[in-house]
Structures are given as C-alpha cells and as structure tokens.
C-alpha cells in the first residue's frame, strides 16, 4: 500500500470522524444530565421513555467506542506506512520537508 493511496481518501475522513466522535460525546453527556434530571418525573411515559432513551444511548456509546478505536487503527496504519515510505525514501522525503517548509515560509513571510 503506498503512502499516496493511503493519504488520499482518509485525511479529511479521519478528521470529521475525529470531530463527529468528539460532538457525539457531547451530545451523550448532555442526554444523560436530561436523563437524570427527568429521574424523579412520574407517570408510566416518563418512565418509558427513559428506559428507551437509556437504551439508545447504550448503543450510541458502543458504536463511538468502536469508531474511536477504528479511528486509532487507521491512524497507526497510517503512521506506520508513513515510516515505512521516509525509511525508502529518504531523500524524497527530506525534499518534501524542505518544500513544505518554503512554502509555509512564503507564506508567513507575507504578512
């Protein structure tokens, strides 16, 4: 697997999952304060609804686990690829680096 092939169609994915992931969290944590803050509400649709709700959020907890941990997977495949291509290539490598680095440099230096 090269780097390019590998780089291409994960960069922005990995970040909006990072970023899903991290608002999903929020939205966790703030449906489980309106669980708790509901807990003393009586009547059999309060109660059921919040048993649903538990549920739901049970599941939404598993599923951003296992997106958390396929995010970090991805990420180590990534690094490790990207070791793997600057041990190959050396040169090409420190060639980028420097071009990267004008770049930056030009920019910066605009202002």
């Given at each position: 697997?090269?780097?390019k092939n590998l780089h291409?169609?994960t960069?922005?994915?990995?970040?909006?999952?990072?970023?899903?992931?991290?608002d999903?969290?929020?939205?966790v944590?703030d449906?489980?304060?309106?669980i708790?803050?509901?807990?003393n509400?009586?009547g059999e649709?309060?109660?059921?609804?919040?048993?649903?709700?538990?549920?739901?959020?049970?599941v939404?907890?598993?599923?951003?686990a296992e997106?958390?941990?396929?995010?970090?997977?991805k990420?180590?495949?990534a690094?490790k690829a990207?070791?793997e291509?600057?041990?190959e290539n050396?040169?090409t490598?420190v060639?980028?680096a420097?071009?990267?680095g004008?770049?930056?440099g030009?920019?910066?230096?605009?202002?």
């Open positions: 697997m090269s780097l291409a169609g960069e922005f994915s990995d970040v909006t999952k990072e970023q899903l992931i991290a999903f969290k929020v939205v944590a449906a489980e304060a309106l708790r803050a509901t807990a509400q009586g649709a309060f109660a059921t609804l919040r048993t649903r709700a538990e549920e739901s959020l049970a939404a907890k598993e599923k951003m997106a958390q941990d396929a995010l970090i997977e990420s180590k495949v690094a990207t070791d291509y600057v041990h050396p040169w490598s060639g980028v420097a071009g990267v004008l770049v930056i030009l920019l910066i230096g605009r202002r």
